[in-house]
Structures are given as structure tokens and as C-alpha cells.
């Protein structure tokens, strides 16, 4: 067995240093920029006045961010070639999205919108595998450019992890469909194009067929945005919302009609692997800038680094890392091999022990770096407040547990691993 990255990933690597050093850095560090990134930063990207929604000046800085990550070839990586991409693997991703998170807080990668210089964009995938012919020419272009999104709407307010349960109806009349019900959580649908609404069309609650997606526009009369839900981490672009007799022609359906809990169970793998290794980056930050700190910091004339108190915890968190890397890169590589839905188990093993200790390397961190950590001085408390995020959302870990143990004792089949969760 080859345990070695491939040469031409690893050269790809050093290529994206080299243009976050030579452009997004001084781009960082221009004006005053760096207010997004110091003690400043929730307040300065937050608009208070305006429902907590991310600042406009914020969020043209990651606009104009991508631009120039797409000038230089990089934002459309995991893209096929013919939508000017660079054909990039699941491995190739999750070693890139490790890369930069373990970069730290800066403009080349900020988690806490899934903004990344090499673009994250599981929609525009989707695209190619789910849309029509019609869809894609009307999306593609604009969703390969970062100008362009539409956002997901598959929680509910009474139905969370349990996507078969929804309330959200859609029911034919004449050659339209009308959808209503409610969907919580949606985010970025300030700013979405449309939103993929995920409704029942036919069977019964908990029957995992019967579900379909529908590319709903967010002008649409009867869609309404309610609330922005405040949370942990702030600014928020997570929207509760309402649809009421929304018409959509029959075009609008996202893949098969009745079967739309294929394209949650894709859009869930293909993200899940990625936020898993973002996940390892900043726990990997934080351990490493723990351990540095340590070495300079002598209270009682000593070096914490001294003290086996602080070693060994941070020891374990570092042969976690180093486990949970190789799971990552095994599991990216058979999704590569063998399909997006070949390591189902392995993602979910992934993911929430990713997220977990992400956690618990930030808390650690915090920890080494006393007062100082508690503080908005360091970057680790702001690590810890978006990463418990994923301990809940796409998926809780208590999910991502069930789907494991539904392998594990036999209730799910290995050999058709299309389920939901």
C-alpha cells in the first residue's frame, strides 16, 4: 500500500501558498481589512442593524476574494475540466481543505461561511448530476463563477435529523406544482438565486421515496424569508422560511420526481468528507499553536512546554489528527475509486469525530493560552464557537453515530448504501 500523496497534489499545495501569500495576504492586510479577522472580527462582519446578516463590505471582500482566486485558476478546482475546472478528487479536496484550515483565520479560507479560495461549491455538482439540460445552461456558468447560489431547504421547524417526516407538500395543478409548508436553517438565502426546496409528493410520512426537489426562486410570490435565527457565531445568514401556494412550473423539479432524498444523501457525502477534513486543518491549528505558545511561555521562570500537564493533552489530541487524517484520506480515495456513496460509513465516522475534535482542540488551545485565550486576541475561541456548529448541523453526531451502528449490526446494507440521515 502507497500511503504517499500523489507528487502532482502536493505541488498544487504549494502553488496555493504561493497566491494567498503574493494576493489574498496583502489583500488581508490592506485598509483595514484585518478587522475581519482580529478582536474586531464578529462585530465587524455582523450587521446588527440589519437582522445580525453578514456586513455588505464583508462579504465584497470574499466576493472580490473569489475573483481572484478564479482569475488564477484555483476557485474552480474540483470542476470538471469543461466548466474550467481542474477535474478534482474527493482526496485532492479533503487534503485541500485540510491544507488551508490549518492555515488559520485569514481570507484564503474562512469556515464560517464555507468561503475558500478552491471553492466548496457541492451545488454546482449537484448540477451536473441532478439537473436538466435547461438548468444547467440557466446555473452552471454563474455557479462555476462563485456569482451566483441557491440554498438548500431540507430542515423543518418541527423536523430536524428526520428528513422523511417533513411537513412541506407539493401537489400538481394543471402542468405546475404548489408547494407549502415552512423550512428553518436555510443558509446564505439572502443572497440565493433560489432555494432547493425538498417536499413530499406522494406516500407517507417516514417513507424514505415520495420526496422530490424543486429549484424554488426565492422572488417567488408566496416565499417568504421570516426570521434570521441568531446563533453561537455570529453574523448569521441562516433564515427561517415559509411558502405559501408557491407555483413552480414543472421544470423546476431537481432530479426525479419522488425520489429527492437521493440528491440530500449525495449533497450530504460529498460535503461531509470536506467539512471533515476543514474540521482536522483548524484542530491541527490549534494544537500546533498551542504547542508553540507553550515553548515560550515561562510562568515561574520555566516553560510551560516543561509540564507533562500540558504535554500529554496535547499529545492525544495530535495522534487523533494523525488517525483521523488517514481515515479521511482512505475514505476520500474509495468515494474516488468506487462512487460518492461507496464509504457512507467511513464518512460518518469522519465527520463527527472531526467536529468533535475540532472542539476539543480549541477548548485545549484556549486552555494553554489562559486569559489570553478566553480572549478575542487569539482565534481560538471563534474556531471553537463555528465548529460546534457541525456537531449539529447536516447531521448531527448522534446521527452520523446511528448510520455507523446501522452497519455495524446489520439494519442498513453495506452493499446498498443509499440511505438517508
Known sequence: MDFELPADLVEYLGELDDFIDAEIRPLELADDNIR?????REDARTDWERGGLPNAEWEELLAETRRRADAAGHLRYPFPAEYGGRDGTNLGMAVIREHLAKRG??????????????GNNVGLLLMLEYGSQAQREEWLE????????????????????????????????????VINGAKTW????????????????????????GITAFLVPTDAPGFKVEEYLWTFNMPTDH???????????????????????????????ENRIRQAASSLGAAQFCIDQAV?????????GVPLARNQAIQFPLVELHTQCEMLRTLIHKTAWSMDRNGTFSASEQVSMCNYWANRLCCEAADRAMQVFGGLGYSRHVPFEHIYRHHRRYRITEGAEEIQMRRVAGYLFGFMDRANPKGVG
Not at 148 to 162: K, V, W, Y
Request: charged content about 20%; aromatic content about 10%; proline content about 3%.
Open 36 to 40: 475581519f479577522f482580529d478582536h474586531r
Open 105 to 118: 483565520l485569514g481570507l484564503h479560507c474562512d469556515l464560517q461561511n464555507e468561503h475558500a479560495i478552491v
Open 142 to 177: 454563474d455557479l462555476a463563477a462563485g456569482r451566483t447560489m441557491f440554498a438548500f431547504g431540507i430542515t423543518e421547524p418541527d423536523h430536524g435529523s428526520d428528513a422523511t417526516h417533513m411537513e412541506t407538500t407539493a401537489v400538481r395543478d394543471g402542468g405546475d406544482w
Open 186 to 209: 436555510n443558509t446564505g438565502i439572502h443572497v440565493a438565486a433560489a432555494d432547493l426546496i425538498f417536499a413530499r409528493t406522494s406516500g407517507n410520512a417516514g417513507d424514505s421515496t
Open 239 to 269: 433564515a427561517r422560511i415559509s411558502l405559501t401556494d408557491v407555483r413552480v412550473p414543472e421544470s423546476a423539479v431537481f432530479g426525479e420526481v419522488g425520489r429527492g432524498l437521493a440528491v440530500v444523501q449525495h449533497f450530504f457525502n
Open 292 to 300: 508553540a505558545y507553550a515553548k515560550t511561555r515561562k510562568p515561574f
